[in-house]
């Protein structure tokens, strides 16, 4: 048995970290914000051409299994997956790290303590404390390498990213949080952010900007990614000129606009017949 598993392991190669891949190419990516647990749509995006899932455990309710058979559809249509978890304790995490997520949003990253945590919980020991499963779904079932080899291949792990949502996050040491190792992604929450800087929704208001801004600078000297939520041309520009090369827009408002605008159009052009 032990040698039809080495044979194997010379057939078929480890899983590939489809959202490392995309971002060490040094570009803009653009994502879509799963608002809908569909494995189909999970496809259908992949199609249309967005580098990206987001898969929302956090507010939409995804359980483990369903992450597992969106990860799935990702996996098949040649997409990189992001889940953003409920909470940064590790047992949260891994949960949904062991389904082969190529990263983990941790929401309410306030300070270092907490990235550390994030980190630590998405890598395994010595360099972290994720549980051990060498026949995880995320391992290919331990099929294609062996446990040393897996457990080993950070590159293969999922891409932790701090979401940075509440005012103590940008007015603490946000230097510190730049500073740790392995922290790959700063996550801009600027919606709660703006409810937590006393201007809900206001994202524009200097009270934000300033912060964002203050992100923005750390990320770069500190080699972080930044990721938003855009949604027209307006918000497009300000987030490139920020220095944000992780774009998303959320399906549901993408469905919504676009049907929105095809129902104007219908309503426009039959004027002429039933005025």
């Given at each position: 048995?032990?040698?039809?598993?080495?044979?194997?392991?010379s057939?078929?190669?480890?899983?590939?970290?489809?959202?490392?891949?995309?971002?060490?190419e040094?570009?803009?990516?653009?994502?879509?914000?799963?608002?809908?647990?569909?494995?189909?749509?999970v496809?259908?995006?992949?199609?249309?051409?967005?580098d990206?899932?987001?898969i929302?455990?956090?507010?939409?309710?995804?359980?483990?299994?369903t992450?597992?058979?969106l990860v799935?559809?990702a996996d098949?249509?040649?997409?990189?997956?992001i889940?953003?978890?409920?909470?940064?304790?590790?047992?949260?995490?891994?949960?949904?790290?062991?389904?082969?997520?190529d990263?983990v949003?941790?929401?309410?990253?306030?300070?270092a303590?907490?990235a550390?945590?994030l980190v630590?919980a998405?890598?395994?020991?010595?360099?972290?404390?994720?549980?051990?499963?060498?026949g995880s779904?995320?391992?290919?079932?331990?099929?294609?390498?062996?446990?040393?080899d897996?457990?080993?291949?950070?590159?293969?792990?999922?891409?932790?990213?701090a979401?940075?949502?509440?005012?103590?996050?940008?007015?603490?040491d946000?230097?510190?949080?730049?500073?740790?190792?392995g922290?790959?992604?700063f996550?801009l929450?600027?919606?709660?952010?703006?409810?937590?800087a006393?201007?809900?929704?206001d994202?524009?208001?200097?009270?934000?900007?300033?912060?964002?801004?203050k992100?923005?600078?750390?990320?770069?000297?500190?080699?972080?990614?930044?990721n938003e939520?855009?949604?027209?041309?307006?918000?497009?520009?300000r987030?490139?000129?920020l220095?944000?090369r992780?774009?998303?827009g959320?399906v549901?408002?993408?469905i919504?606009?676009?049907?929105q605008?095809?129902i104007?159009t219908?309503?426009?052009v039959?004027?002429?017949?039933?005025p």
């Amino acid at each position: 048995m032990d040698g039809n598993i080495v044979n194997l392991r010379s057939k078929f190669p480890m899983r590939e970290n489809k959202l490392r891949k995309v971002l060490a190419e040094k570009h803009i990516t653009v994502g879509a914000f799963m608002d809908f647990p569909s494995a189909d749509l999970v496809e259908f995006t992949a199609w249309v051409g967005f580098d990206w899932i987001l898969i929302d455990a956090e507010h939409v309710g995804i359980s483990v299994e369903t992450c597992y058979n969106l990860v799935r559809a990702a996996d098949a249509a040649g997409i990189a997956s992001i889940v953003r978890v409920p909470d940064i304790s590790a047992e949260t995490i891994l949960a949904y790290a062991d389904s082969g997520v190529d990263g983990v949003i941790g929401p309410h990253v306030r300070d270092a303590a907490d990235a550390r945590a994030l980190v630590a919980a998405l890598r395994f020991a010595p360099l972290g404390v994720r549980g051990a499963s060498a026949g995880s779904r995320a391992a290919n079932f331990g099929i294609t390498q062996s446990p040393r080899d897996y457990f080993g291949a950070v590159e293969t792990h999922p891409v932790a990213m701090a979401l940075l949502e509440d005012i103590e996050a940008y007015d603490g040491d946000l230097e510190a949080t730049g500073q740790v190792e392995g922290l790959d992604v700063f996550c801009l929450g600027k919606m709660d952010l703006s409810i937590s800087a006393g201007v809900p929704g206001d994202l524009g208001h200097e009270a934000v900007q300033s912060r964002l801004h203050k992100a923005a600078d750390v990320a770069q000297r500190h080699g972080k990614v930044l990721n938003e939520a855009v949604g027209d041309r307006a918000s497009i520009e300000r987030a490139v000129r920020l220095g944000s090369r992780m774009l998303m827009g959320s399906v549901q408002s993408l469905i919504g606009q676009a049907g929105q605008s095809f129902i104007e159009t219908v309503a426009d052009v039959g004027k002429a017949k039933y005025p």
